[in-house]
């Protein structure tokens, strides 16, 4: 079982990956290739800072008093799932202290077995559907979104409460047509509590710019209020709906 994990950052008073105060944990790598990324440094698996599980385990019972019983901890990324093994022994301590476990993932994985276990551990997943349209996804993450819709799937067959974010990209991710067949698609998981719209911003482009890479998106623009209203018409205002700046 693995001891210790590739860590990007951590952020002790989260307030909007979860419910509650949360102490969330950013892990590297990350195997997606989302033209928007807002954490291009998270990409490379060999980088990041090692931590073991004990300083991980141990500085969140430091915090145990602010996040429970409302908040927890939240794991995002990078691609939190790829580090499957470090999040069963992780979430394992942490169910033994009762503390609410919530990862934020793409949901691009197959679901083998380790997968099933951590699934198991977790009590809520805010799930980035990268694209509801399969070509549009692969155009714009670099792969198919197969995986990701079958792993909403697994999680509402399974009575796995999630919350479904959708990043509103102008003229990428918000045509009304996906966003209906989103609609339709999230209609039909039966553990939807709620429905993020997250709106796209380049304030990540410096990242990229670091790194001597160049963004591709330069020239996309914000969503603005416009954009996010008409994405919530066409969910009708009947769900459950936030939006996460
Ligand atoms: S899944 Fe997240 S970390 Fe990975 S490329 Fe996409 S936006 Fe970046």
């Given at each position: 079982m693995e001891k210790c994990a590739r860590v990007h950052s951590i952020e002790s008073f989260g307030?909007?990956?979860?419910?509650?105060?949360?102490?969330?944990?950013?892990?590297?790598?990350?195997?997606?290739?989302?033209?928007?990324?807002?954490?291009?440094?998270?990409?490379?698996?060999?980088?990041?800072?090692v931590k073991s599980i004990d300083e991980i385990f141990n500085k969140i019972l430091n915090y145990k008093e602010y996040i429970?019983?409302?908040?927890?901890?939240?794991?995002?990324?990078?691609?939190?799932?790829?580090?499957?093994?470090?999040?069963?022994?992780?979430f394992t301590k942490l169910k033994k202290e009762k503390i609410h476990t919530c990862i934020d993932t793409s949901g691009m994985i197959s679901i083998n077995n380790e997968i099933k276990k951590l699934?198991?551990?977790?009590?809520?997943?805010?799930?980035?559907?990268?694209?509801i349209d399969s070509e549009k996804c692969k155009y714009l993450v670099g792969v198919s979104n197969e995986k990701e819709l079958n792993f909403a799937r697994y999680l509402s067959d399974k009575g796995k409460k999630m919350w479904i974010r959708?990043?509103?990209?102008?003229?990428?991710?918000?045509?009304?047509?996906?966003?209906?067949k989103l609609k339709k698609f999230v209609s039909d998981?039966?553990?939807?509590?709620?429905?993020?719209?997250?709106?796209y911003h380049s304030m990540g482009k410096y990242k990229w710019n670091n790194l001597g890479l160049d963004y591709e998106f330069e020239y996309v623009r914000d969503a603005d209020d416009d954009d996010i209203k008409r994405a919530q018409e066409i969910f009708n205002y009947n769900w459950n709906i936030e939006v996460v700046y």
């Open positions: 307030t909007v990956d979860g419910p509650g105060i949360r102490y969330i944990l950013f892990m590297q790598g990350c195997e997606l290739k989302c033209k928007y990324c807002h954490n291009r440094d998270s990409w490379d698996i060999t980088g990041g800072q429970c019983p409302n908040g927890g901890v939240t794991i995002s990324g990078g691609e939190p799932l790829l580090q499957y093994e470090f999040l069963i022994n992780l699934i198991e551990l977790t009590d809520l997943f805010l799930l980035d559907i990268k694209h959708q990043v509103i990209v102008p003229g990428y991710t918000d045509e009304k047509e996906d966003l209906r998981l039966k553990t939807v509590d709620k429905i993020e719209f997250l709106p």
